[in-house]
């Protein structure tokens, strides 16, 4: 059976990549902090190092087939801490993508971001659209990108870059602290106060992309020979944009199929619909080698409305 890390194991989005792959592969998470009782078990008791040990070549882990890289510093902190950003971001990666070439690691997948393209994200967005990240978040997962390129082009590893854009759904655990992200956010507001507000207009475009299809995608990529995936940079969305207003009618819809209240969207005062540019972040590329995606948004926010349903309560103002 193949052996994979997954660094950041535990997070939002790797937690499902873990719990996903854990019944085909022996999978290996790793975090910063030890986990709780019955953390590992949520995610189908995968193997645990701290995130520490990976910085050292003598605690990497040995057997190791695949990398998924994706422990990172969010966006928030990497406002407020820049030098941390490019520690971790930056160094850490280095340090794990060299740890993984000494330990004979075959494949070593990077999770980047659709925001290396600059902000806001508009018009169409593909692979060879030149990057121009403006925030750390952005910069240091750029820079951390070239690491990876160069590593492949040297031929010292099979690495891949997914440049992952909007995701969104239910985290393994309610613990998991990604709650700032639009739709988990607005998914978390309906159950609480059975209202959602919005701090803009609304009308900005968007890649959503489902967690499913962010799990469901690595699998298909692991499940192949790497000779399938010829690129090294990959766009990992959902190719259907929306706006942020439309997101939170769905999301309403949804709340309102699923336990008949009705309730609304606030708007900040003043605020009037506007023409905002379109977005398509193209996913032709990961597509095109054969990657399936659902994109099924109302299974996702149902399961997402229920997660926060059995985990947050109604607080009436």
């Not at 882990?61 to 971001?89: K, Y």
Request: proline residues 4%.
């Amino acid at each position: 059976m193949k052996r994979v890390l997954i660094t950041g194991g535990l997070g939002f989005a790797g937690g499902r990549i873990a719990r996903r792959l854990a019944a085909d592969y022996k999978v290996i998470v790793s975090s910063r902090t030890q986990p709780g009782a019955g953390m590992l078990a949520l995610h189908h008791d995968p193997g645990y190092i701290n995130h520490s040990e990976l910085l050292e070549k003598k605690h990497f882990p040995e057997g190791i087939d695949t990398v998924i890289h994706m422990a990172a510093l969010n966006e928030r902190d990497c406002l407020s801490r820049p030098s941390e950003a490019v520690q971790v971001n930056i160094d850490q990666t280095r340090i794990i993508l060299d740890n993984a070439i000494s330990g004979g690691v075959s494949r070593f997948f990077y999770f980047s971001t659709a925001h290396i393209y600059g902000s806001p994200l508009q018009g169409l967005i593909n692979e060879s659209t030149l990057p121009a990240p403006q925030h750390p978040y952005a910069i240091t997962h750029r820079a951390a990108e070239d690491y990876v390129v160069a590593a492949t082009r040297q031929n010292k590893i099979d690495g891949k870059v997914l440049r992952l854009s909007n995701s969104f759904g239910a985290p393994v655990s309610a613990s998991v602290n990604r709650w700032t992200l639009l739709a988990n956010d607005l998914a978390k507001q309906a159950v609480e106060k059975r209202s959602v507000s919005l701090v803009s207009n609304g009308c900005q475009f968007r890649d959503f992309i489902t967690l499913e299809d962010v799990e469901n995608a690595v699998f298909q990529m692991l499940a192949v020979d790497a000779s399938k995936f010829p690129d090294l940079i990959y766009n990992l969305g959902s190719g259907r944009s929306m706006r942020v207003i439309d997101m939170a009618e769905r999301i309403i819809s949804n709340y309102n199929e699923l336990f008949g209240h009705t309730i609304s969207i606030r708007l900040p005062q003043n605020a009037v619909p506007a023409a905002e540019p379109l977005l398509t972040y193209s996913n032709e590329q990961l597509l095109a080698a054969g990657i399936h995606l659902s994109n099924d948004v109302d299974k996702e926010l149902k399961n997402l409305l229920k997660f926060c349903s059995e985990n947050f309560k109604y607080m009436p103002v």
